[in-house]
């Protein structure tokens, strides 16, 4: 079955292999296989088959970009496979907050899905299409996916990677691609402190009301189907003290022709993150704060570039998700009490404002 226009889903029953992955991480395999199911989610062995339309299921649907897909990580490794709820992978690479409201309501609407929980993950690509389009695109009723070439748009649209596609006829060389990016980003001269200012002001006032809006359409739309939507932070390695496996692999935002400098990359991937606080706090929304959890170790291990999960990284990811969701709470006054009792082997935590907010 095809995704229809309104969707930005897998190809159904893709078969891909991704060679010479130990270029890459630390304990990496040479290949991964890369598999979708005929519904288009990411295929895994380790997560049994939900059939739609069943309400007595208990399950979780997880959407978002490349680090929920996490395609370089092998299957029954990859952090929605090791989550404690069954969960069906619905993340895809450059994928954006707005491409996730459709699936989730393709998902929901046309193949009837019903899950207990919607993991929605977003951030650096939500800030990629910002610094690309504007804030207009954030918004469901203006936005509309145009490429001008009928076959172009159906890669894009539908099949895996298309920049790795065209560029390597064959085999998909990720250490050569994410090397070239990280180089290609440091050749812009930096970015001075005001014109970084003056953007992230901007970013922030515009942006807010645009995500404000797409969260409240999701929980509403997944409430009509008894299920609820939580806020995943996206954790990532804009950091001093962070050490690669071989090249540093993390590549910058660039606007108007200057590259963001370390310390400004972070500033707003914090940014970003702060403004998914607001909006849970304001709808109340819950909300798992990964990236809090990623902060309390070095990253070196878990991320290979900027976002991008290693196995390892993956298995401590589901460790941050699974004893909040074990232990049904969203929000807590204090996080570390929660570490502390809780997930003494991840060192996870929660992000809330206020207290008392559960998921179920």
Same mark, same amino acid.
């Given at each position: ?5 309104? %969707?930005?889903?897998? =190809? ?15 304990? %990496?395999?040479?290949? $991964? ?7 288009? =989610? $990411? ?11 069943? !309400? ?16 370089? $990580?092998?299957? #029954?490794? /990859? ?69 001008? @070439? ?7 649209? =539908? ?23 990280? !180089? !290609? ?7 001075? @402190? %005001?014109?970084?200012? @003056? ?13 404000? @809006? ?31 496996? !071989? ?15 370390? +310390? ?12 998914? &606080? ?18 309390? $170790? ?5 991320? =290979? ?9 993956? /298995? ?14 969203? &929000? ?20 809330? +404002?206020?207290? #008392?907010?559960?998921?179920?």
């Amino acid at each position: 079955m095809l995704p229809d226009k309104h %969707a930005y889903l897998h =190809y159904p029953n893709l078969h891909l292999k991704f060679y010479n992955l130990d270029t890459l991480y630390k304990d %990496a395999p040479d290949i $991964v296989i890369f598999e979708t199911s005929d519904l288009g =989610y $990411v295929e895994s062995s380790s997560t049994r088959r939900i059939t739609p339309g069943e !309400r007595s299921q208990n399950y979780a649907i997880a959407l978002g970009g490349s680090t929920t897909e996490s395609a370089v $990580v092998r299957e #029954g490794r /990859r952090w929605t496979d090791l989550l404690n709820i069954p969960t069906l992978n619905y993340g895809k690479s450059k994928v954006f907050s707005v491409q996730s409201y459709f699936n989730l309501r393709y998902i929901l609407e046309v193949l009837q899905f019903r899950p207990q929980y919607l993991l929605i993950m977003h951030g650096v690509n939500d800030i990629w299409t910002y610094i690309g389009d504007g804030a207009d695109d954030f918004h469901p009723e203006t936005y509309k996916y145009i490429v001008g @070439n009928p076959w172009t748009d159906f890669v894009v649209k =539908y099949l895996y990677l298309p920049t790795f596609v065209w560029r390597r006829s064959k085999e998909y060389d990720y250490y050569a691609f994410y090397l070239y990016e990280a !180089r !290609r980003s440091l050749a812009y001269p930096p970015m001075s @402190n %005001a014109a970084f200012q @003056n953007f992230l002001g901007t970013f922030e006032e515009t942006l807010y009301p645009k995500l404000k @809006n797409l969260y409240q359409r999701m929980a509403l739309k997944a409430e009509l189907f008894d299920a609820q939507v939580i806020i995943l932070t996206q954790p990532h390695a804009y950091k001093a003290d962070y050490t690669p496996y !071989r090249e540093d692999l993390r590549s910058y935002p660039v606007v108007n022709g200057r590259r963001m400098t370390l +310390r400004q990359s972070e500033k707003l991937m914090d940014s970003y993150k702060n403004l998914l &606080f607001d909006i849970a706090q304001e709808l109340n929304h819950p909300l798992v704060d990964v990236a809090n959890c990623f902060e309390k $170790v070095n990253v070196g291990d878990l991320l =290979y570039d900027s976002v991008h999960l290693t196995e390892r990284g993956s /298995r401590y990811f589901a460790d941050c998700v699974n004893g909040p969701l074990e232990s049904k709470i969203v &929000f807590l006054e204090d996080p570390q009490e929660w570490i502390d009792k809780r997930c003494s082997r991840a060192s996870s935590s929660f992000a809330g +404002r206020h207290t #008392g907010t559960t998921v179920g």
